[in-house]
């Protein structure tokens, strides 16, 4: 079974999980996913791949402990096993030599939007990043962030890193301060949506990584259905990216809550058993 | 099209070999022919329906020592069996049954293991009725075929609970490698075989489980999952090496393993695509394909939620789309998940059904609900994109279409709607397209299936074959496991000569 090489937590309720699969580090590259699943009688959940060492065989993924599957997955330590590291998944982003890049990302996206920052950059273009935090002190990956951008921008709603502001309202400033020629936006899907919408108007392609529920991940269970362009898409085999104007959001909302109550219930049952 | 619809000359000398031996002739005297047509069938042994339809454990019991033996006595042994063409993996059926009937149950269950790498699983799931059982003589002088689906079932279980296959004595490894793509029926049977053969086997699976549809989609209470891994175990036993969440043409493609020395490559990855009708309100929430409620049910065992974490909706009034074994296994799995109501929406009539007579009948008796020449227009869904209704529309037969079936055609005006809050849509699969995508140069069908001579399975690409669902879009367990024999031979035969298509 695939190994932990680390665990670690980056910031409150968000870590990062390195594990050795040298099959997947050799053959990832930006924008494609892995299916996880932290235990025997778990959950299989996709998490976007943030970073990769081939020398060393390790992948890295980085996610937020919202549910059972991650709240499981952010008590592993170096060393533990999963039953489930399978990848890489879906088809990888279409990088090019397009111009002016904005990548945008939040929550677990800050780390997925790395690899892509960093192949865009490679490929010439000029890099922003845009990330979004709740407050200054979730913010984590500046270093490596910055090492790739031509500009970072910070966008948090506590005022300390000197703005207040929602993703948006800063997408649309850029937009107003020069061409843009591609958006690429990681993280929820409200993040996704909203930056979708904020771009709209100018009619810049914007490009989002889709995170709807599957379960197996190879197409085989059409969980990760989405309507793009008035058609369903398998988001794990045509996908995950997609053009956030063409993505039927108000859907992805519903499919992505399908199972808030069932939700629920497995974290209860699951604290009561493992914190009795 | 298979390429084997007759028996070979080799294997025809080989039953007859079987057929003239002295304890054949001796049993043949002890019990004459007409008595033995005398002899009524035994009945499966099943749990009632109220009792199985509240638990996910098997239906069927399996035939006591004694009754198999009384069910074996009705076989005519007769010189020209007519069973064993009908066998897409031609076990020869009258020894194995007249072992039986001597009591000879290891014997009985080693000689269809000569064929079958996995009896336990065809002796439950195989359609018996319209193969070996359709082609016995007895059927035909009687209209009672011999049992023998059961007698398979029984031979296997009594193999497994004293201790398990026995590994045959294996000739010296020849040194070759072989990768076969899928832990299904069809590459569970190539990886036996060939290990068998001496050579050096490894199987990679997507998913966590090997089993494939075995695993994924028949539920625990037509094929209880200790079976399975029981008949995993013996290929491990044979030295079959089993990659787990290897996803063959993203993990590593088709070439890169052929760069790492592997002289054939068995495809045998299925019909993994879930077909939808493209009718609206198909992506509201409680709507599924079957392949994910099944997949929920059985291989994440949602039937244990919340000890095990992945959910499934269990649904109040459920209907299942479709007329197959698929639509059977979803709607009595939505029964056994507490629907009041679970029904099955066909739009052909009953004789129409692909479904197997057993499946239906052990439907019908759990207080499953038929609604034939029906099918669904639209899902309705309430203001949050839940499932909370169907509109349906009725059909009438008309003109027979090319599968020679009558032609469903819509009644104008008979639309109505039906309160459901889950639906599942099992109208069948497409091939993945997974290794086609990221396999330069192998031959693909306009149905996405692999293109293959039907004598080997081999494909357009050199030392690459393929057999099952790959190949045909959507078939039976059984006729992948002949293709996969069928592979397995050339597989062999190219190995050891360099050569075989």
């Not at chain 1, 991940?217 to 362009?229: E, K, L, N, S």
């Not at chain 2, 099955?344 to 129409?352: H, K, L, T």
């Amino acid at each position: 079974m695939p190994r932990v090489v680390r665990r670690e937590r980056l910031v409150p309720n968000i870590h990062l999980l390195e594990v050795e699969a040298p099959e997947i580090a050799r053959k990832c590259r930006p924008g494609q996913f892995v299916m996880v699943m932290p235990d025997a009688r778990g959950e299989r959940i996709p998490l976007t791949i943030a970073d990769w060492d081939r020398d060393r065989g390790t992948v890295v993924s980085v996610f937020m402990a919202v549910g059972t599957t991650t709240r499981k997955l952010a008590l592993l330590e170096a060393g533990d096993t999963v039953p489930i590291f399978a990848g890489p998944l879906g088809l990888p982003s279409e990088i090019g030599s397009v111009g002016t890049v904005l990548c945008a990302g939040g929550c677990f996206g800050i780390a997925a939007i790395h690899p892509l920052a960093r192949a865009f950059k490679a490929a010439g273009n000029r890099v922003i990043v845009l990330v979004d935090v709740k407050a200054h002190y979730l913010l984590y990956w500046r270093d490596k962030l910055e090492s790739v951008a031509d500009e970072l921008i910070v966008s948090s709603r506590d005022g300390l890193t000197g703005d207040t502001d929602y993703v948006p309202r800063h997408v649309r400033d850029i937009l107003g301060r020069g061409r843009i020629d591609r958006v690429v936006a990681v993280g929820c899907t409200y993040l996704m949506s909203s930056i979708a919408e904020a771009t709209r108007p100018s009619g810049v392609k914007t490009v989002v990584s889709l995170n709807p529920i599957m379960v197996d991940g190879t197409g085989m269970c059409g969980a990760c259905r989405v309507t793009v362009d008035g058609r369903t898409k398998f988001a794990c085999v045509d996908g995950p990216d997609f053009d956030g104007h063409l993505v039927d959001w108000v859907e992805l909302y519903a499919r992505r809550r399908s199972y808030f109550d069932d939700e629920i219930r497995s974290l209860c049952a699951w604290e009561e058993e493992r914190f009795p | 099209m298979s390429g084997q619809d007759k028996i070979g000359p080799a294997l025809a000398a080989e039953i007859l070999a079987e057929f003239e031996k002295d304890w054949r002739k001796e049993l043949r005297r002890a019990v004459p022919v007409k008595e033995r047509i005398k002899i009524a069938r035994r009945p499966m042994p099943q749990r009632t329906a109220a009792e199985r339809s509240l638990d996910f454990a098997e239906v069927n019991l399996g035939l006591s020592a004694e009754e198999a033996v009384a069910e074996a006595r009705r076989c005519l042994d007769c010189a020209k069996p007519g069973c064993i063409a009908g066998c897409p993996v031609r076990i020869d059926i009258p020894t194995f049954v007249k072992l039986v009937e001597k009591g000879e149950f290891a014997a009985a269950a080693a000689k269809v293991r000569e064929a079958n790498s996995l009896p336990a699983v065809c002796g439950r799931v195989c359609p018996q009725e319209t193969q070996c059982e359709e082609t016995c003589h007895l059927r035909k002088a009687t209209g009672v075929p011999v049992a023998i689906g059961n007698l398979e079932r029984f031979v296997s279980d009594i193999e497994r609970t004293r201790g398990g296959a026995v590994v045959p004595s294996l000739p010296p490894p020849t040194g070759h490698k072989v990768a076969v793509v899928g832990a299904g029926p069809a590459g569970l049977t190539v990886a036996g075989e060939l290990a068998r053969a001496g050579h050096r086997v490894t199987i990679f699976e997507a998913l966590h489980d090997a089993g494939g549809v075995l695993v994924y989609g028949i539920p625990e209470f037509r094929l209880p999952k200790s079976i399975l891994v029981a008949e995993v175990d013996y290929l491990e036993r044979l030295g079959v090496e089993l990659r787990l969440s290897f996803i063959v043409g993203r993990t590593a493609t088709l070439d890169d393993l052929r760069a790492d020395g592997y002289e054939a490559v068995f495809i045998g990855s299925g019909a993994g695509l879930p077909n939808f009708m493209k009718v609206p309100g198909e992506n509201l929430v409680g709507v599924y394909s079957a392949n994910e409620y099944l997949t929920r049910v059985n291989l994440m065992r949602a039937y244990d939620f919340p000890r095990y974490d992945t959910p499934v909706f269990p649904g109040r009034r459920a209907a299942v789309i479709g007329g197959g074994n698929v639509a059977m296994d979803s709607v009595r799995t939505a029964r056994r998940l507490g629907a009041e109501r679970a029904l099955i929406i066909y739009r052909r009539s009953r004789v129409e059904m692909p479904a197997r007579v057993e499946e239906v009948h052990h439907a019908e008796e759990e207080g499953i609900e038929f609604h034939f020449l029906t099918v669904p227009t639209r899902y309705i869904g309430d203001a949050h994109g839940r499932l909370e209704a169907m509109e349906c529309l009725r059909m009438e037969l008309g003109e027979p279409d090319a599968s020679g079936r009558r032609r469903p055609v819509p009644v104008p005006g008979s639309e109505f709607i039906t309160e459901v809050d889950l639906v599942v849509v099992a109208i069948g699969q497409s091939p993945n397209p997974l290794i086609p995508q990221t396999t330069p140069g192998l031959s693909v069908g306009k149905w996405g299936t692999i293109d293959v001579d039907w004598a080997t399975m081999a494909t357009s690409l050199p030392g690459v074959y393929a057999g099952g669902d790959i190949v045909r879009g959507g078939a039976t367990v059984i006729l992948a496991m002949g293709d996969a024999r069928t592979a397995a031979a050339a597989i062999d035969r190219r190995l050891r000569n360099g050569s075989g298509g």
